[in-house]
C-alpha cells in the first residue's frame, strides 16, 4: 500500500517463561513433554531435585503496523520520516472534545491476517482503554481490545533447517491466540543532557495488529523461523509491510513468581546451562486499569449469511467477500512454484525468502530453452551469491533475467561449456551493457563445432601418451580422464567434454 | 429536575427501615433557585451542591476493608501521588468508602452498560487522509518546545522501593 517503508513495521515482544515437564509433582498446565528440546535436539539435564527438567518455553507477542493510508482512529495520514508533529491531528494529541473514528480499512486488515492465520474471526469485537502513563501517549490510555479482539485461535506453519543444513526442513505450528487492533504511541526522544524528553506524536495513533502466539516454541530458531514466515504472510496480504522486526525479552517467570526455593532451583539451573536469564520486569507489576472504550460502540462483521439488507454497502465488512479475494499465501506459493517447475522444496523457500527472486526465475524459465531443475541451480547458485558478495537486491542485480536467459541459452545449445558460461556471467556481472554472445566472441570462449579439428586434436593427444593409451586398453578406464583433461587444455577449455570423450574412445577402440 | 426513584433498586439491607430519612433520597431534590429568563441567549451556570447533596446515612455492619500500605505504596508508584500524612490516607479511605455505596444497587442478571452508544452502529470511515497538518497550531500552547517537538519531563523515573525512600507510608 504505503510506498515507504515504515521504519517500525514490525515490533516484536519475546515472552520467556519456564514451565515444569510433565510427570513432576505439580504438573504444567500445557502438559510439555519432560524431555526439554534444544537447538541441537539435545536432552536438558534434569534439576537437582529429581523432578522433571524445567523447559523453556517461548511465546511472542507481534506488533505489525497496518499499511493504510491514514490513522486507526483520525483522519491523520501515516507516513514515514516526516517533519516532527506534523502528522497529528488534534484527537492524535488527545485535545479535549475530540472523539474516536474507526478506519475502515484497519478493520480489513485485521480480517485479513486473521483469515490468513487459520483464525476465527469474532463477528462483535470490542475496544477498551489501556491506562498507562508516558510522554508519548497524550491521553494516559491506548485504546485496545482486551476483553474481546477481532480474530482467536489461529495456527502458524513455519519450517526451519536442522544442523543448517537446507536439505533438512522441518515443518513446525505456532498456535495464534489472538489478533486485535490498537493505537501505536508517539515517539519519544531522549534528551540525558538536558534532562528532557523530546516527543513527537506523527506516529501516535496508527493503527496497529498485535498478532499474540502462544508459547509454542522452544528456543530463538523457531521463533525466528515463525517470525519470518508471518513476515511474509503480512507482505504478501499487504496489510502489513513488516519491514523491521525487533525483539525485546520481556515477560519474566511468571510460574516462578511466587515460589521463593523454586527461584533457587531455578538460579542453579541457569547456572549450570550458562543460559541467560531473561530481563527484570519493569518495577512492579503495571496495572492497566482496563476499561471499556465509551466512545466506541461494539465492532460488528457479517458474513454472506448474516448480510443485513439495509446497510450501506460502505459500512459492512463482510468476512467472506475479504475470504474469496485473499492471495495465495506463501505455502501456497511454495509448492506451486515445486509443482509447475519441478524443484525441491528447500529452492521454494530460498526463492520466496528474496524479494524479487521468484519474479527473476519465472522470467528466465520463460525465455530459455534450459529446464527450471538446471535454470534454479544458476539463480541459487551463481546469481544469488553474487547478489549476496556485493549486498545487492535482486532488484538491483546488473544481470538481467534477459541477458541470464541469453547466457543460458549458449549454454543449452552446447555453444559453449558450462566453465565457460561461468566466465561469462562473471564478465555481464560488470555491468559494461555486452550481450554474452559478445562477450563469448572477445574472449574466445566458442566450444569448437569443427568435428575434424577436435579429431585432429585428439589423435595429437592420442599419439603423444603412448603409456596411457596402453592402459586404456587394458582395461584402465579412469585413465581416459587424464586423456579428455590434455585435450582440454590443447583446446584451451573450448572443447565439449562429452564429445571429446566419446570421439577419444572411438579412436581407441579402432 | 424530576427526582430519581432508586427505591426499586436498593437492596433490602437487613432490619433496615425503609422509609424516609435516613438511606433514603430526599425527594425532590434541591432545585436552584428559579431564575428569570432573559431574552438574549445565556448560558447559564452549572449549579454544583457545595455539600454532597445526598449521604448514606446508615452505618454498614459489614466490615470496612482498610486501605492496606500495599495498596498506599502501588498507588503512589502508579500515580506518582504522595499521600503525605494521616489525613491523606484518610482522605482515600473515605473516598472508597463513598465509592463502595454502588455495591448498594442490586445488579443481579443485569448485564454491564459499556457505552450510552450500545444500540448504535459503530460507524466505518474511509481510509482518506483528512487531518494533520496543523503543527504550528498544536504547539501553540506548549509551554516549551523544541524545533517543533513537545517537551517533556525525562521519561519515567520509577520511585524507589518502600524502603528506600523517606515517606509517611514507612511508618504506616
Known amino acids: ?510 | 429536575m424530576r427526582a430519581l426513584c432508586l427505591g426499586r433498586w436498593l437492596r433490602t439491607a437487613p432490619g433496615a427501615a425503609r422509609g424516609a430519612g435516613e438511606g433514603r433520597l430526599p425527594l425532590p431534590l434541591p432545585v436552584p433557585p428559579a431564575r428569570a429568563v432573559p431574552t438574549a441567549p445565556v448560558v447559564s451556570p452549572a449549579w454544583v451542591p457545595p455539600r454532597p447533596a445526598w449521604q448514606h446515612g446508615q452505618q454498614r455492619p459489614a466490615p470496612q476493608q482498610k486501605v492496606t500500605v500495599e495498596v498506599l505504596d502501588h498507588l503512589e508508584h502508579l500515580a506518582l501521588v504522595d499521600f503525605r500524612d494521616a489525613e491523606g490516607v484518610e482522605r482515600l479511605q473515605k473516598a472508597v468508602q463513598f465509592a463502595d455505596q454502588l455495591h448498594e444497587v442490586n445488579t443481579d442478571g443485569v448485564e454491564p452498560m459499556d457505552s450510552v452508544l450500545e444500540d448504535r452502529c459503530l460507524y466505518l470511515r474511509e481510509d482518506d487522509v483528512t487531518e494533520g497538518n496543523c503543527t504550528n497550531e498544536l504547539l501553540k500552547n506548549a509551554r516549551e518546545k523544541v524545533e517543533e517537538y513537545f517537551v517533556a519531563p525525562p521519561g519515567n523515573i520509577p520511585l524507589p522501593k518502600l524502603e528506600e525512600r523517606e515517606t509517611f507510608l514507612q511508618g504506616f
Open chain 1, 1 to 510: 500500500m504505503a510506498a515507504a517503508a515504515a521504519a517500525r513495521g514490525c515490533g516484536g515482544v519475546w515472552r520467556w517463561a519456564w514451565q515444569r515437564g510433565a510427570g513432576g509433582p505439580a504438573p504444567a498446565p500445557r502438559g510439555q513433554r519432560a524431555v526439554a528440546c534444544n537447538a541441537r535436539g539435545g536432552a536438558v539435564p534434569e534439576g537437582k531435585s529429581g523432578l522433571a527438567p524445567w523447559v523453556p518455553v517461548v511465546g511472542l507477542e507481534i506488533h505489525a503496523q497496518i499499511s493504510s493510508n491514514s490513522k486507526l482512529f483520525s483522519g491523520s495520514q501515516v507516513q514515514f520520516a516526516a517533519p516532527p508533529n506534523s502528522l497529528v491531528s488534534f484527537f492524535d494529541a488527545s485535545l479535549p472534545g475530540t472523539l474516536p473514528v474507526l478506519n475502515r480499512r484497519c478493520v480489513e486488515a485485521a480480517v485479513m491476517t486473521g483469515l490468513a492465520l487459520n483464525c476465527s474471526i469474532n463477528k462483535k469485537s470490542l475496544f477498551d482503554r489501556k491506562h498507562y502513563f508516558y510522554a508519548d501517549l497524550p491521553a494516559g490510555y491506548q485504546i485496545t481490545q482486551q476483553r474481546v479482539p477481532i480474530a482467536v485461535n489461529g495456527s502458524l506453519s513455519y519450517s526451519l533447517c536442522i544442523d543448517n543444513k537446507m536439505s533438512q526442513m522441518v515443518t513446525k505450528t505456532v498456535r495464534i491466540k489472538q489478533i486485535q487492533l490498537e493505537q501505536d504511541s508517539g515517539k519519544s526522544l531522549h534528551d540525558d543532557t538536558r534532562s528532557q524528553t523530546l516527543v513527537d506524536l506523527n506516529r501516535a495513533g496508527v493503527g496497529l495488529m498485535e498478532v499474540v502466539m502462544e508459547p509454542d516454541m522452544c528456543c530463538g530458531e523457531e521463533a525466528a523461523a515463525a517470525v519470518r514466515e508471518l513476515q511474509l504472510i503480512l507482505q504478501t496480504l499487504g496489510s502489513s509491510q513488516a519491514v523491521m522486526a525487533d525483539y525485546e525479552i520481556q515477560r519474566q517467570i511468571e510460574e516462578l513468581e511466587n515460589g521463593g526455593t523454586i527461584l533457587n532451583e531455578t538460579r542453579a539451573f541457569d547456572s549450570k546451562l550458562g543460559c541467560t536469564v531473561p530481563m527484570r520486569d519493569k518495577e512492579g507489576k503495571q496495572d492497566y486499569r482496563f476499561m471499556p472504550e465509551p466512545n466506541l460502540p461494539p465492532l460488528i462483521l457479517y458474513d454472506a449469511k448474516s448480510l443485513p439488507a439495509n446497510l450501506n454497502h460502505q459500512q459492512v465488512v463482510n468476512i467472506d467477500w475479504i475470504h474469496e479475494r485473499l492471495p495465495d499465501l506463501p505455502s501456497v506459493k511454495r509448492a506451486k512454484l515445486v509443482e509447475q517447475y519441478g524443484i525441491l522444496p528447500e529452492h521454494s523457500f530460498t526463492l520466496l525468502n528474496e524479494d524479487g527472486l521468484t519474479e527473476f526465475f519465472e522470467n528466465v524459465v520463460k525465455q530459455t530453452q534450459m529446464k527450471p531443475k538446471k535454470v534454479i541451480g544458476w539463480i541459487l547458485k551463481d546469481l544469488l551469491s553474487y547478489l549476496k558478495q556485493h549486498s545487492l537486491t535482486v532488484k538491483e542485480s546488473p544481470v538481467s533475467s534477459f541477458l541470464l536467459a541469453d547466457l543460458l541459452n549458449l549454454l543449452e545449445k552446447k555453444e559453449i561449456s558450462s566453465t565457460a558460461a561461468k566466465q561469462v556471467l562473471a564478465e555481464l556481472w560488470k555491468g559494461e551493457g555486452k550481450t554474452p554472445l559478445e562477450i563469448v566472441k572477445e574472449q574466445k570462449l566458442e566450444l569448437i563445432q569443427d568435428q575434424k579439428e577436435l579429431e585432429q586434436i585428439c589423435q595429437a593427444v592420442i599419439d603423444g601418451q603412448e603409456n596411457e593409451v596402453m592402459a586404456i586398453k587394458a582395461g584402465n578406464r579412469k585413465v581416459l580422464n587424464k586423456l579428455i583433461g590434455l585435450v582440454q587444455r590443447e583446446t584451451q577449455g573450448r572443447s565439449n567434454p562429452v564429445l571429446v570423450k566419446q570421439l577419444l574412445e572411438k579412436k581407441l577402440s579402432e
